[in-house]
């Protein structure tokens, strides 16, 4: 039996001021880093071993997995498929819209010119059906909270309302057995 590790990034500039940030960049905050940090310590204290880190490019999970990858000593490589799904005309738009609640649940929408759930479902589940095949090797994921519904949906069955409203706290770290 194998398993997997799931950290969502550290809080950013766009969390605090409520704003999707999709594939937008947006970087951490102060706090953000220190959450970070923070993870990577309870990494270290909990003795979890993880084999490498698999990181989205963008600079928010990026950073988060650097500072785990430096206390712990763990391989990092930005993998480009981890990136957040774009939210086409909703980048940049209140989080908490109900106009943008309502699309999340048609996997089929693009957002004007963004990303498909389908499409962003296609190339995170590639992901993890490499680390499935690999059960000796753990590996952390750092990636989004977007990233995180894909993940868990990979796992668990979910309807469109639950997989729409699913969600990670900053640097909170999960576990998934498999």
Excluded at 26 to 55: C, M, N, V, W, Y
Excluded at 127 to 150: F, T
Aim: charged letters at 25%.
């Amino acid at each position: 039996m194998g398993h997997l590790y799931f950290v969502r990034h550290g809080q950013t500039v766009w969390n605090v001021e409520n704003k999707i940030c999709g594939s937008t960049e947006s970087p951490l905050t102060e706090l953000g880093h220190q959450q970070a940090i923070a993870t990577a310590e309870k990494i270290r204290d909990e003795g979890l071993h993880i084999d490498q880190i698999l990181s989205s490019p963008l600079s928010r999970a990026y950073d988060t997995a650097k500072h785990i990858a430096e206390i712990n000593g763990i391989p990092l490589r930005a993998e480009p498929r981890l990136t957040e799904q774009n939210f086409g005309k909703y980048e940049g738009t209140a989080r908490d819209g109900a106009e943008f609640a309502r699309a999340k649940q048609d996997f089929i929408n693009s957002y004007g010119d963004g990303e498909t759930m389908l499409k962003l479902c296609h190339r995170i589940y590639s992901v993890l059906d490499e680390i499935i095949a690999d059960p000796e090797r753990v590996y952390l994921i750092a990636a989004h909270n977007g990233i995180s519904r894909v993940v868990q949906s990979y796992f668990y069955d979910m309807t469109n309302e639950e997989y729409a409203a699913f969600g990670v706290p900053n640097a909170e770290i999960l576990r998934y057995d498999f």
